[in-house]
T-cell receptor
Framework: AQTVTQSQPEMSVQEAETVTLSCTYDTSESDYYLFWYKQPPSRQMILVIRQEAYKQQNATENRFSVNFQKAAKSFSLKISDSQLGDAAMYFCAYRSASYGGSQGNLIFGKGTKLSVKP | DTGVSQDPRHKITKRGQNVTFRCDPISEHNRLYWYRQTLGQGPEFLTYFQNEAQLEKSRLLSDRFSAERPKGSFSTLEIQRTEQGDSAMYLC?????????????FGPGTRLTVL
């Protein structure tokens, strides 16, 4: 079974600085997708960034970028020029893309709570 | 595009009562998912539908839980004989299947408290 591990329960960053959130996963599949979701306090979960495992190029979305290391099964999220609105829980998630695999569900880590200091 | 909506947003019930939650997906999305999130944890998958067909169910979905999506649009999740351990946030998500790269969009959730 696939698992997702986020080893940092809490992180803090100064406004305008850069922070990196860690995520590792375990799978025997070769084809899958990885996601970072953001869940602000009392608000719904929104997608931050997505990475297809077959793509070597790291995904970027404005101030958000990932460092995808397939061999190491690592998928970290870098937030540049941090803003107060970035404060939230961040969840790393895995989804199978293999035929016969569980293609429906996302498997989430426990999350990292990010605080942004003004 | 009004996003995924869920109703009610909060539900307080007594142990042993039945509760039903509703999820309305984004209108053109053919897939609908249910997750459960407890405090300090990431969401855990319960079940998902493609159109009206329920394609996968988690072992977490005991026989007290039932989900339906009768016309391939909105979905309901019913919990019978609620227990205190059912207290959690129930999240709904939807996506459109475009050959394997679909992204799930989440609703605001229904927070269930079982007294």
């Amino acid at each position: 079974a696939q698992t997702v591990t986020q080893s940092q329960p809490e992180m803090s960053v100064q406004e305008a600085e850069t922070v990196t959130l860690s995520c590792t996963y375990d799978t025997s599949e070769s084809d899958y997708y990885l996601f970072w979701y953001k869940q602000p306090p009392s608000r719904q979960m929104i997608l931050v960034i997505r990475q297809e495992a077959y793509k070597q190029q790291n995904a970027t979305e404005n101030r958000f970028s990932v460092n995808f290391q397939k061999a190491a099964k690592s998928f970290s999220l870098k937030i540049s020029d941090s803003q107060l609105g970035d404060a939230a829980m961040y969840f790393c998630a895995y989804r199978s893309a293999s035929y016969g695999g569980s293609q429906g569900n996302l498997i989430f880590g426990k999350g990292t709570k990010l605080s942004v200091k003004p | 595009d009004t996003g995924v909506s869920q109703d009610p947003r909060h539900k307080i019930t007594k142990r042993g009562q039945n509760v039903t939650f509703r999820c309305d997906p984004i209108s053109e999305h053919n897939r609908l998912y249910w997750y459960r999130q407890t405090l300090g944890q990431g969401p855990e998958f319960l079940t998902y539908f493609q159109n009206e067909a329920q394609l996968e169910k988690s072992r977490l979905l005991s026989d007290r839980f039932s989900a339906e999506r009768p016309k391939g649009s909105f979905s309901t999740l019913e919990i019978q004989r609620t227990e205190q351990g059912d207290s959690a946030m129930y999240l709904c998500a939807s996506s459109i299947n475009t050959g394997g790269t679909d992204t799930q969009y989440f609703g605001p959730g229904t927070r269930l408290t079982v007294l």
